[in-house]
């Protein structure tokens, strides 16, 4: 069953119901547009029908609720749409943004032939991803994730990777009252770290790093996310720790990484 509903945040002109399959439906009362939500291949698949326009407010808020969900990729099937004005063009543009400002994805198919040419002189072709079918729309998905994954490779590639025994403090992005707690960084990148003798945190975890670079001591704050833990099992000489990629660095930040990195690892090549 696919849910994303938050009944403490849902509009009261929405109606939520659910048909045989189990699938939520989501109308606005007086409009004349139904979405009904599914999943698939890890994608959310809002199956979009009747009338997009004034009216359509629905449609921007399910979207939203979708992101608010943790949903990145959003698949709109357009298939059962006979009408789409204006007003219908800039409530797609407002969930497009909405999508596109929290990092996910949004795509189009089925678009129906005499909807098509309003798609083209609006400019949604051009800057909006449409397939013909939904299981071109799908594979397109998982070619981004591949292409995201080899740019991903090739920019650690890049940068050089320094092995050093440096104190870190750490907490939870989130939890403002939690305490910092110390432990060792074994190895420090422009983009990331290995932080050895933490088993507080899990993957996907939102973490704030504070570091000082000697021998200015200068310090400084980082976001990142937890990436890998290594495997008790396999990799017993690096547990407990964790893998952390940096987000959202500045490029100031970054800056005065690269030159700590760089000028820590000339010292360790003279010293050989």
Known sequence: MFLFIDYDTIEENLCYTFNRAGFVVIQAIGAKMEIKGRRKSGVVILDLCGRIDVDSANFVEVVGQCTREGYKD??????GVDFIDYTGISAILIAYKEVV????????????????????ISGLDRSIDIYATEDLALVSFKEDKIIEDIKKMQLRRRFKRLPIDIKVEVRHRFEKSEPFISEDIFNLSAIGAYIYGCDKFKLGDDIILKLKLSPKSEAIELEAKV??????????????????????????????????????????SSDS
Do not use: T
């Open 101 to 120: 400002n929290n990092k996910g994805r949004m795509k189009f198919s089925n678009i129906p032939a005499h909807l098509r040419n309003l798609f083209s």
């Open 227 to 268: 990436v890998w833990l290594p495997d008790k099992q396999i990799q017993n000489y690096l547990h407990p720790g964790m893998g952390v990629e940096f987000c959202d660095i500045s490029g100031d930040n970054q800056q005065k990484l690269l030159e700590f990195i760089e000028k820590n690892l000339s010292c360790l």
């Open 74 to 79: 959003i698949l709109c099937n357009f298939e």
